[in-house]
């Protein structure tokens, strides 16, 4: 007897703990398709794509195939001024699409039906790639932002937006994010300014409708160092972010952030080794006294892990 009220009493623990996890998960789902995605949200899904993190697509959590943001001033097709540019995420050919493209739903009302109906983005092939936009649009007498299929609707294409835009516009923001998680940048640096006094320092906290289709938002915990959210629009130096990164203690000489200068590979942009060594000796010597100035930082190579990493900072932390 007493056995069957343990094993009634485990059930009831399981029924309970299961209704509860079935909340936290669904509650929440629910909320976000409820929501009305921003002009960030939309930006943040479809710079990062369909997942960042670990994946069957990514098992080794490298930020592979991952879509590519650049900055247009040109038509890729027709050469015209773009005036302003146009930020675009091109999903080269076998891109996982972002959650927002496979499942409409999740734009939230009033942005999936344009980005269905104007944008054109159920025309979308995965298959043989394409080129998305956020623009602007009404609905219900509002104005929306909207994901709009240019492929469809202007005849970009993947190849052609690259072209276009060539290395110095563009930006590998994807694989920055999945470099952000992996090498536990969010363990100290939140993305998530709270409804206190961190609006005066870090900018104002997000929006439900931020988050629409990212996943996971690594918001982060436990906050040892400055959030990070907004950092691009109170410093916005890529050769400040390079230096930082190699060493901290180059711009902030109390800094208790660790080097992340193996981030930077063997070679730098001109091909030439990196010989970390006699850095780290030269930089002894200069907190010795015997240099007046630091040894220099080598510039990153454009296919660098710390090129994408400083890509996704000055991007989409804004």
Not at 1 to 17: N, S
Not at 212 to 223: K, V
Not at 224 to 250: C, Q
Not at 269 to 293: F, Q, T, V
Request: net charge negative.
């Amino acid at each position: 007897m007493a056995f069957r009220q343990h094993k009634l009493g485990a059930a009831g623990v399981g029924l309970m703990l299961g209704f509860s996890m079935m909340i936290t998960l669904f509650g929440p789902s629910n909320d976000f398709r409820s929501g009305v995605s921003t002009w960030v949200g939309l930006d943040k899904q479809l710079s990062l794509g369909r997942l960042i993190g670990f994946s069957y697509e990514d098992p080794t959590v490298s930020g592979e195939g991952k879509p590519i943001t650049v900055i247009l001033d040109k038509d890729p097709k027709t050469g015209a001024a773009i005036d302003p540019p146009v930020r675009a995420y091109v999903y080269k050919a076998g891109t996982k699409f972002s959650p927002g493209i496979n499942h409409n739903e999740l734009l939230g009302p009033g942005v999936e039906e344009l980005s269905t109906g104007i944008g054109k983005i159920g025309s979308a092939s995965m298959s043989s790639g394409a080129v998305f936009t956020v623009s602007k649009g009404e609905f219900n007498g509002e104005e929306v932002d909207y994901i709009e299929n240019t492929t469809a609707t202007r005849g970009w294409t993947p190849d052609a937006a690259l072209r276009t835009a060539g290395d110095e516009n563009t930006r590998y923001v994807g694989k920055g994010k999945t470099i952000y998680i992996t090498e536990g940048c969010w363990w100290c640096h939140t993305l998530l300014p709270e409804q206190t006094q961190d609006w005066q320092a870090f900018g104002a906290p997000p929006f439900l409708g931020d988050f629409n289709g990212e996943m996971p938002t690594a918001f982060g915990s436990d906050r040892k160092a400055p959030d990070i959210l907004h950092v691009a629009a109170r410093n916005s130096s890529r050769e400040w972010m390079t230096m930082h990164f190699f060493n901290p203690r180059l711009v902030q000489p109390n800094s208790i952030m660790p080097r992340f200068n193996y981030l930077w590979g063997r070679t730098d942009i001109n091909g030439n080794p990196i010989d970390i060594k006699a850095w780290s000796k030269e930089y002894d010597e200069y907190l010795a006294g015997n240099r007046i100035y630091p040894p220099e930082v080598p510039e990153p190579a454009r296919d660098s892990e710390v090129r994408a990493l400083i890509d996704w900072v000055l991007t989409s932390l804004k």
